[in-house]
């Protein structure tokens, strides 16, 4: 169900009943369960085997990802575990079982930082304030994979620079759950905003301790939610929707089943947010219009 119900956007004018969450399947069809060796020949059984475990812990399917990718991070995850060894790994994850989130976060990859590429939210802001200038009324914003949540926080400070905030729908979704506490928290270590233009430095962060926080109304402005977009996806007619720097971690085969829906699921006119590396191959009415941003075509 699509929970953006509240009496406070009561009043914008969204095809409700066209929002919902979907549970998808991206798993690879076919009897592979688990990564294969021949994916990653330097990968042992035992590695491959604790990666698909653990991942299942959190409700991922390790396939839908590039093997290469989660190869890369398991030293760090031991070393977030403090364990000796793979076995060490899930001894220590059976005790306690509440240290899953933090070895989750350790294969994943998470970085991220506000306005970050400013180039592309320098654009990005300039269109999204001339819609809903246009047509009065707030933005619909999704980001997938949004990690702490700068990202969605800094699209946060342009709509309220241009008085949008209070009837725009911001949603931030993200696989791992400590990503999405710290989103919600919105405290962040000073050199994560090193990209925040000044004046928004000081509209919209407060200092807490070392760290700064994201003002109240700011923070109270946003939804967040734990959530893979691999089970399961909030189908509707977003403005902007971010999807950075995350499919360059997934399968080619999942990635590709995301783009349809994605397009399907952008507003004409509305926007996807792509990282530098990443292009969506296949759908057919994106058309780039900028380094990283894609405009939905009517038709
Ligand atoms: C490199 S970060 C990108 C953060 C942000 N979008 C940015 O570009 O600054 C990738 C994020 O994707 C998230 N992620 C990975 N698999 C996911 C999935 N299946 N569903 C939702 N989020 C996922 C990770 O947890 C991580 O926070």
Redesign the pocket.
Known sequence: MFRGGSARFEHINFPREQMHRTAINLAPTGPRQSLSSAQLPAWSQEEMEFVTWLLALSG?DAC??RPETLQRRLPACLRRLRARSLQHAREVLVQDPGAVAAAT?AI??????FF?DPTVFEQLGQEVRRTVEERSQGAYAW??????G??LYSLGMQLAESGHLADSYLLG????VD?IEQARAGNYEAALTRQVPPTFLSEYFERNGTCLRICQHLRQSIRWRV?????EFESGLWDVI?????AL??SPEAVMALWPRLEAALRPGGMLVL?RAERPYGAQRLRAIGPCLYRRQAR
């Open positions: 991922l839908c990802y976060s994943l990859v998470g970085v991220t930082s970050r980001s997938i994979g949004c990690s702490e700068a990202e979704t993200d696989c791992r990503a959530s893979s977009i691999l089970n971010f999807f950075r720097n995350t971690y997934l990282g």
